[in-house]
């Protein structure tokens, strides 16, 4: 995707990394409108930032995205990127039943949430001018974290999806990218800003945008730190790669 001369709306930008990637792309002179729940959090951000405007938006919700999506075409009807963003990452135990609500919580939110926002944005977006979804899955899709398999299952989901997308869209103009991120120091999970395990936000958005800009026409945007998970069972480290998460909270 091109980094100048796009209008991106980004469900799921009120903190870590579509928020990020929100003052990324609008420092770059592009055109973003954020999305999120917080509602004083998104008036915050706006004031904050001259220029960015904000939309309110549950992903977890058919009704809210399809308010989002008029609020968001009407007022910008340059749209031309999407990015999949929103989600939400927590622990579950398999030996309570419990676990169930957790898992359809995220189901709901990591899944349906962006199958929910391309049914919704995929018809403007193949009349735009070169358009863009990008769909978020993470470096978990490939190996689990076993202390969150709901959140693994989704991003697994999601990857299968985007390569299907992919190849369906190929008679549109639309592009279809996929973020696989690695852990990056965000608030997803309680401690993650913190995690020695995980990259600095900032180092891993410099990485992301050096990604876009020098490599227009990839699929997947790979930062170096992500290989180990993404490339496991390819290069036969997949075993230990799991062993090494097993006893891993983050
Ligand atoms: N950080 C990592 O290590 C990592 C690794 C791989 C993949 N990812 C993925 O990257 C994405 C962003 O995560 P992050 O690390 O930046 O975490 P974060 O700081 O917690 O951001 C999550 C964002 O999603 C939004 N969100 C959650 N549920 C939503 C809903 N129902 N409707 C609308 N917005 C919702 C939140 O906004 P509101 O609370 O305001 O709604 C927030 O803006 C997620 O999809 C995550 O799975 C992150």
Do not use: C, W
């Amino acid at each position: 995707m091109k980094t100048t001369g796009n209008t991106l709306f980004i469900p799921g930008a009120t903190s870590g990394i579509g928020l990020g990637l929100a003052l990324r792309f609008q420092a770059l002179g592009n055109t973003v409108i954020i999305g999120g729940r917080r509602t004083e959090l998104l008036e915050r951000l706006v004031a904050e930032h001259p220029g960015l405007d904000a939309v309110e938006i549950d992903t977890s919700d058919a009704a809210s995205i399809a308010r989002a999506f008029d609020t968001v075409t009407s007022r910008h009807p340059d749209l031309n990127v999407l990015i999949a963003m929103a989600g939400i990452m927590q622990p579950e135990d398999l030996h309570d039943p419990g676990f169930l609500a957790t898992a359809e919580r995220t189901i709901t939110t990591n899944l349906l949430g962006p199958l929910r926002l391309l049914a919704a944005f995929i018809p403007f977006l193949s009349r735009a001018k070169d358009p863009v979804v990008m769909t978020v899955s993470s470096g978990l899709a490939f190996v689990p974290l076993p202390s969150t398999p709901s959140y693994n299952a989704t991003k697994a989901a999601i990857h299968s999806f985007t390569e299907s997308l992919r190849v369906q869209l190929a008679d549109t103009p639309i592009q279809v990218l996929e973020l696989v991120p690695p852990a990056v120091r965000t608030d997803l999970m309680p401690g993650q800003a913190e995690s020695p395990h995980a990259v600095p936000l900032e180092d891993f958005l410099d990485e992301v945008m050096s990604i876009i800009e020098t490599q227009p026409d990839a699929d997947e945007i790979l930062v170096k730190a992500v290989g180990f998970l993404r490339f496991a069972e390819a290069n036969g480290s997949y075993p230990q790669v799991l062993a090494n998460l097993s006893g891993r909270a983050l």
